[in-house]
Structure formats: structure tokens, C-alpha cells
């Protein structure tokens, strides 16, 4: 009998999530759609398997890798194709922020028209909810933005906003204006406006250590500082 691993519903976002091994049951997967994705680079094909215990599930295949499941979700509709266009969206929902909207190819359920149908209801959706955002800004928000760290609404819902992570490093943090929170996965650090703060205080520190540091050994060695060195003193006191 064809069931599911697990009866949990989603989109796979990390390698925490488990809805089963799927390489015994690629036959029981049928195709649904080519899309382009990832700034329109890379060919995606998308398969979908109707579960007995009534669910339906989402996989993807990219160039040559193996199939690789998605999402999976309960049977909404009475519709087939109704439950397709559910899976979809929510896949294309949960990889927005990263990946953006995908470039319909080829499909044997949606046409073109259909499917950039559904992408522009919800760029519409997305819009509303970024005016919406908009329309609420924060002390946190203004923080970033007088930091130079380019806080944007993500569209996700209207206290979702994202920014440059302080780090330096090429990654967003995560922003709510609800409680006007803050946090970064990658560098493992939270909270409101005072740790950024301190945060940002942090890596001023450092980044002045490095510098200090380059200062005495450009002395030492030379006998002078490089004109870099110089900018960034003279900037800096
Ligand atoms: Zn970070």
C-alpha cells in the first residue's frame, strides 16, 4: 500500500526534517513540471506521488541528482489539481527569501498562462504584505537602517523583515517588528536593539584590533603606515 513515512505536513527547509526514504519508490512518483530557478539558471523537474492514506507529496530533481522529496501535505481538495497547485505554492513560498520565483518550462498539469497565474497572485499577496510592512516601521528598523544594514520587508507576513547581518558575512538576519527581535542562524545571536548594539560595539572592537595591529607591524617593518592605514587612522580619531 502506498502511504507516507511520517504524517507530518511541509516543506523540507534542513536535514532535521524526515518524511522517509524515497529511492524505493521513485516509480510511484509522476511528473509534473520543468521550472527555471535560481535567478532563471538552473533546470528543476518536479514529480508529485498520491499517497492511499491521502496525502500528496512534492519532489525535485535537479540536472543529474537523484530525486530528493519536498514538501508533503494532507489532501485539501476533492481535485487533484487543486492539491497540486497547494503543494506548489507552498514550496514556492518557503524558498522565496532565498531562491525567488521559479520560470514555468514545460508542465503536463498547468499551462504557461496558468501557472504565471499563480505566480502573479502571489507577487500580488507578497506586495500587499510589504506595504503592509511598510506602513509599520520600527526604532529596530530604523536602527538598520541608520546602520547601513538595508532592512527590506520579506513579504512572509507584515512584521517579517530581513537585513545584512553585521558580520560582514554574505547572509541575512531575521527581523520582526512585533516585538522588534532580531537573530542570525549563522552566527548563533539574537535579541533587540541594545544587543545589536553591543554586537555591533563587538565587532568594532575587533575590527580595530586588526587594524591596530596591521598599524604596528606597517611600522615596524616600513618605517611608515600605507596609505590605507593612514585613511582608516585619520578617520577613526
Ligand atoms: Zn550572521
Known sequence: MKTVFTKEEGVIMSSKQDFGDIKNLIDEFQYLMDTLEIMGDIDFKYFYRVTEDNYIQLAYKMDKSELELCAQYKLRHDNLKENIIFIVKENIEAHLPFIGFPIFQNSVVFTKQEFDSIINVMKDEKLAIIEQAKAYQTPLIDYLRDRKLNPRPTGYNPNSWVAKCPCGGNHQIMVSTLHDEWGCGYCNREG??????????????????????????????????????????????
Do not use: A
Open 192 to 237: 533587540k536593539i541594545l544587543e545589536l548594539e553591543k554586537w555591533l560595539q563587538e565587532i568594532k572592537i575587533k575590527e580595530d584590533q586588526k587594524r591596530l595591529s596591521k598599524m604596528l607591524k606597517e611600522l615596524k617593518e616600513d618605517g611608515k603606515l600605507s596609505k590605507q592605514t593612514s585613511k582608516w587612522w585619520m578617520n577613526r580619531y
